[in-house]
């Protein structure tokens, strides 16, 4: 008995990549029929791998596009007695395709996915996303734009499926500054788009002028800012510096006692004419200075000043003074008054004259004031002059002679008081017994 034997031939890229095959028995008289399976795709592309492509199926004709067989399929061939046959079955390959899509990061309007065939460069889409604020760059195949970089409407060649990730540019806005009229104004600035800027901290400078701020407006009527300030417009901007006319102040201080008078203020080159004194009881002032404690430079009532800084003038004093007003009652005295220290000796007072008459003494109420005498005020006061004048009345002295009596007595407070004897004069007249 004969056998007959078929074999298929697999070829792919017009090489043999398999051969299956079967055999069987054959009878001389009778026709027999013998058959093979074709292989599953897995025996092909294991053995004969088509990158980008996949195996869809088997035909016997070389140029087949389309295949006539599949998997698993059997293949038969008849004829009478013993016989060998081969098939020629040819692989049918179809291009891979690649889904490309497109993210818009951020952004709005991404082109529709497109569709890539293995091999086959694309066209990308030349639709461009938006997004406020921001200026589309390109296409990467990265969300952080490291990977490759593909521009609309661009040629895309990569055989895999693919995101495309929109990949942006904040705006950015100038702001810069004009020191209007001043100089040293600080370089521009760049704002990025949804960020804040800290505005420069550099001030200009203009003569005999003052940096008020800065201003969205030459003449300051738009917005203000400070240096240091933050902008957070997504504009760009000019600031202009807004200046004032620069003023020195002269303030002064009472120093605790008293009442300060009011600031001056002055011009730069010009002058101030310094305040007069202030009083406050109990203290005798001595000058104004720039240091409380009487340390700095020195100013009198009526000096000038004309430094062009700002000054703070101290009242310095001499505490414990007091001013004693000379009444005399009549007659003349110069001086009209004198200041007195605390605890201190009164010191020399002043004689009045008064026509006809004697002056006896200062005396405060009906204590006599004597230079020696140590002053107990707490306010200013007022002496009184005592006179007296001839009279008939004598007082007879140890000398034996006749003297102008002055009696003198002692008082509750211990102290030695005069005692004043009233006669009539020859004017008609009480007088003080003298």
Known sequence: MANWSLTANIYSNGSLAYAVGNSGPAYLVDQSTGWVDLPAYSEITSRAPRPGYSLIGYSQSSGATTPSMYAGDTMYYTDIGGWSHTFNVYCVWVADTFT?????????????????????????????PTWAGHTFSSWNTSPDGTGTSFSPGGTFTIDADTVLYAIWTADTYTVSYNANGGSGAPSSQTKTYGEGLTLSSTVPTRTNYDFVEWNTASD???????????????????LYAIWQATVYTVTYDA????????????????????????????????????????????????????????????????????????????????????????????????????????????????????????????DDATLKAAWSVRSSMRVKGSDDQLHTGALYVKGSDGNMHMAIAYVKGSDGQMHING
């Open 100 to 128: 490309i899509s497109y993210n818009a990061g951020g952004g709005s309007g991404a082109p529709e996915a497109q569709t890539k065939t293995n091999g086959t460069d694309l066209t990308l889409s030349s639709m461009v």
């Open 220 to 238: 300051g009527t738009g917005t203000s800012y400070d240096p240091g300030d933050t902008y957070t417009t997504n504009a760009a901007l000019t």
């Open 255 to 378: 120093n605790g006692h008293g009442t300060a008078p009011a600031p001056q203020t002055k011009s730069p080159g010009g002058n101030v004419t310094v305040a007069a004194a202030i009083s406050a009881t109990g203290c005798s002032f001595v000058e104004w200075n720039t240091a409380p404690d009487a340390s700095g430079t020195r100013y009198d009532p009526g000096d000038t000043y004309s430094a062009d800084v700002n000054v703070t003038l101290y009242a310095i004093w001499l505490v414990g003074v007091f001013t004693v007003t000379f009444n005399a009652d009549g007659g003349t005295v110069s001086p009209a008054s004198k200041q007195v220290v605390f605890s201190q000796p009164f010191g020399t007072l002043p004689t009045p004259t008064k026509t006809g008459e004697t002056f006896y003494g200062w005396f405060l109420g009906d204590l006599l004031i004597t230079e020696n005498s140590v002053v107990d005020l707490d």
